[in-house]
């Protein structure tokens, strides 16, 4: 199973949107070479071999092709600048890319599951296999294992969710290509109805795959919020702020691997307007530095009424500068 998020630095990741975007491209241009020169031997050998696994295992690479391309095409408009109709930036791109990813495997896995079925319809016609897909199957599989290590590490360094959406994405085409070989293996030993029901197992694998990434991605387009530990962090910078006496009403929301922050700060009731707002700027700077946060807005309350922002003070109870 793939992991959740990608655990917070206690520290900025130390990566500039441009470096992110080289290693992201670097990275995915990598996969499309190897995808495509899998997906075509795959495709040939199988149909060649009579192998129905081998082929849909070849259709499934073909599929990861589109989804390097629809990553290409979502880091390129991730890293513009902020504008007038985007003025938090455009880093929801990656998110987008990432719910497509998965609607794109969702529909593979279901195609796949589809073709298996109508094949075990009748398995008095399911041929013996060619020794030669099972050479193929396991090309795959070490190709793909190697792609999925390298993607991974690439996407770990640069804190991208995306680029982990399609590790794992490889890391499923890997697991695929082994259960396409234990069906080949068995259709070689005179048991011909394991290659399709090995297809009917990759199609459920694919499509549960495409489930789990979709629905998280479409819980990140709908502001979800940070984990528990990662709110307890940023909370914790802001309280460590000189100044600042307590926080509350801390708000948080994805945008792409980066994360929007609304928090109330209590200071000392009787600073000025202008000290108040010093420590506010600080404790705004504190937390950018140390987490992966692209925005914190801050809510000033004076220490000795937090949870009364909206209370109108009664006349002459102003307390003085």
Not at 144 to 159: G, H, N
Not at 245 to 260: A, E, F, N, P, Q
């Amino acid at each position: 199973m793939p992991p959740g998020p990608i655990p917070p630095d206690s520290a900025d990741s130390g990566h500039s949107v441009s470096e992110r975007a080289a290693a992201a491209s670097r990275s995915t241009w990598v996969s499309v070479v190897v995808n495509l020169v899998l997906a075509v031997v795959q495709v040939v050998v199988g149909v060649w071999a009579k192998s129905q696994a081998l082929v849909a295992d070849g259709v499934h690479t073909l599929s990861d092709l589109v989804s390097d391309f629809v990553v290409l095409f979502a880091n390129h408009h991730a890293q513009k600048a902020p504008d007038v109709e985007h003025p938090y930036g455009h880093h929801r791109f990656e998110t987008a890319a990432s719910l497509v990813l998965g609607l794109l495997l969702l529909g593979v896995g279901a195609s796949m599951l589809w073709a298996g079925a109508m094949k075990l319809q009748n398995p008095a016609n399911i041929p013996e296999v060619h020794p030669a897909a099972l050479g193929v199957a396991l090309l795959a599989l070490v190709g793909k294992e190697s792609l999925f290590r390298y993607m991974l590490a690439v996407a770990r360094r640069v804190k991208s969710s995306m680029l982990v959406a399609n590790a794992w994405h490889a890391r499923s085409d890997a697991a695929s290509s082994l259960v396409v070989a234990v069906g080949i293996v068995g259709n070689l030993a005179g048991y011909p109805i394991l290659d399709p029901i090995a297809a009917l197992i990759v199609g459920f694998m694919v499509a549960r795959m495409g489930w789990t990434f979709g629905w998280s991605a479409l819980q990140d387009l709908t502001d979800r919020a940070v984990d528990a530990d990662e709110l307890e962090a940023i909370s914790a910078t802001l309280l460590g702020t000189p100044g600042v006496l307590g926080v509350h009403d801390v708000h948080t929301r994805r945008m792409g691997d980066m994360i929007v922050v609304d928090a109330h700060i209590e200071v000392k009731a009787t600073l000025t307007v202008e000290a108040g707002h010093d420590i506010a700027v600080v404790a705004r700077q504190r937390v950018m530095q140390r987490h992966r946060v692209l925005n914190v807005m801050t809510h000033v309350d004076p220490s000795n009424r937090p949870d009364g922002d909206h209370v109108p003070v009664p006349p002459g109870n102003h307390a003085g500068a």
